[in-house]
Structures are given as structure tokens and as C-alpha cells.
């Protein structure tokens, strides 16, 4: 069992928006601006996508966005494209003892 | 450019030991820390611990203390995960991923990936 919780599978048509939802914890997403998402292709290492909540890194389109309220994060994909399918794995700070937790990952699929 | 640059795969028996290498190039490597994170066949991603590059601190995951080691090589820009006492459920592929000075749990670059398979 991850410590954060994630949809298991999300999907949406080209064009369209989706939102992916992370809920932790007051010990974890509540209390840190230090939420990260990844995007994973199949047999491929993970690639940082946001980090600090909703900050993009240099190249990362900005269709991608990311939003914290309370103890749940979202990554929000707008004008969906066939490359977006791929599992999204949401990673929180959790504290100088647990350090660091991700999500259990979810499946976008692009219909 | 950044490169993280893993050891190839390994098949052990249960019991053992593994200890997978990371060389980084294209950046200064004391000024980063060096995240390890695996996963399991079919499964999410799991993260084991980190080193400083730059004074060699390390924090593990509670669920590996004790069998987990993270050390560094400053002279050839390399970090190790050693793993020992390994189980059929330590197969799994692993990355060592280098992490934003700021953001201790966000990794800008990430190594190809090492195949650890334990099997009596």
C-alpha cells in the first residue's frame, strides 16, 4: 500500500483535459510545498514533469500543471496528446524521518 | 549534458548481496544528492534513500534500514546501492536519480535503470 493515494486509471480524448488527483496526509502533501510528478512510458525511467507543487522544469510543455489544496495535490494535463498516455506517479516530502513517498501511480490512457 | 550512467544487470540467489554503481557526468557532482529508487515488475516506484555527494549523509527508508548501504566516490563521480540479505520480492529494476538541491524529492535526471533479478 503506497502512502499517497492515486486513481488508478484516468483517460481522456486528444484535445481534452484531465486531472489527477494525490491525497496524503497532514504529515505529508499538507505540510510541505514539495509535491513532484513523473511521467513514465513503458520500459523508460521516469521524467520530472513538476516539482515544488507547480513549478515545470526547462522543456516540460506547459499543458502540464500542478495545483495543491490541504492534504491533496493534482497534475492537470490540458489539450491531451497520444504521447501523454503513460503512468503518472505523484512524490511528496513526508519529513526528516520518512523523507520521502510517492504514489501508487496512474494509468492515463488517451482514447 | 547530464548523464547518470547505471551497471548492468544482475541475477543473484536469495541471501545475497547486490551493489549496483551510478556514474554521473556533466555537472558538478558534490553539489547534488543522489536518490535511489526501485521497481518492482507490474508495480509503482519506490523510493529507498538518499546520499549528500557532498559530505556522504545518508537517509533510508525505514523498511530497508539495515540492509541498504548508499555510499559515493567522489573522485570518480560515482554513487552505490548496496542491498543485502536479498529476497525474491528485491527483484526489481533500479534507478539512481540526482535531486534538486531545493526539492529533496524531485529528481531532474535519472540513471537507464539496473535489473536486479533474486532467484534461487
Known amino acids: 500500500q503506497s502512502a499517497l493515494t492515486q486513481p488508478a486509471s484516468v483517460s481522456g480524448s486528444p484535445g481534452q483535459s484531465i486531472t489527477i488527483s494525490c491525497t496524503g496526509t497532514s504529515s505529508d502533501v499538507g505540510s510541505y510545498n514539495l509535491v513532484s510528478w513523473y511521467q513514465q512510458h513503458p520500459g523508460k525511467a521516469p521524467k520530472l514533469m513538476i516539482y515544488e507543487v507547480s513549478k515545470r522544469p526547462s522543456g516540460v510543455s506547459n499543458r502540464f500543471s500542478g495545483s495543491k489544496s490541504g492534504n491533496t495535490a493534482s497534475l492537470t494535463i490540458s489539450g491531451l496528446q497520444a504521447e501523454d498516455e503513460a503512468d503518472y506517479y505523484c512524490c511528496s516530502y513526508a519529513g526528516s524521518s520518512t523523507y520521502v513517498v510517492f504514489g501508487g501511480g496512474t494509468k492515463l490512457t488517451v482514447l | 549534458q547530464v548523464q547518470l550512467v547505471q551497471s548492468g544487470a544482475e541475477v543473484k540467489k536469495p541471501g545475497a548481496s547486490v551493489k549496483v554503481s551510478c556514474k554521473a557526468s556533466?555537472?558538478?557532482?558534490?553539489?547534488?544528492?543522489i536518490s535511489w529508487v526501485r521497481q518492482a515488475p507490474g508495480q509503482g516506484l519506490e523510493w529507498m534513500g538518499w546520499?549528500?555527494?557532498?559530505?556522504?549523509?545518508?537517509n533510508y527508508a525505514q523498511k530497508l534500514q539495515g540492509r541498504v548501504t548508499m555510499t559515493t566516490d567522489t573522485s570518480t563521480s560515482t554513487a552505490y546501492m548496496e542491498l543485502r540479505s536479498l529476497r525474491s520480492d528485491d527483484t526489481a529494476v533500479y534507478y539512481c536519480?540526482?535531486?534538486?538541491?531545493?526539492?529533496?524529492?524531485?529528481?531532474?535526471?535519472w540513471g537507464q535503470g539496473t535489473l536486479v533479478t533474486v532467484s534461487s
Open positions: 556533466g555537472y558538478t557532482f558534490t553539489s547534488y544528492g
Open positions: 536519480a540526482r535531486g534538486l538541491a531545493t526539492s529533496p524529492n524531485s529528481f531532474d535526471y
Open positions: 546520499i549528500s555527494a557532498y559530505n556522504g549523509n545518508t
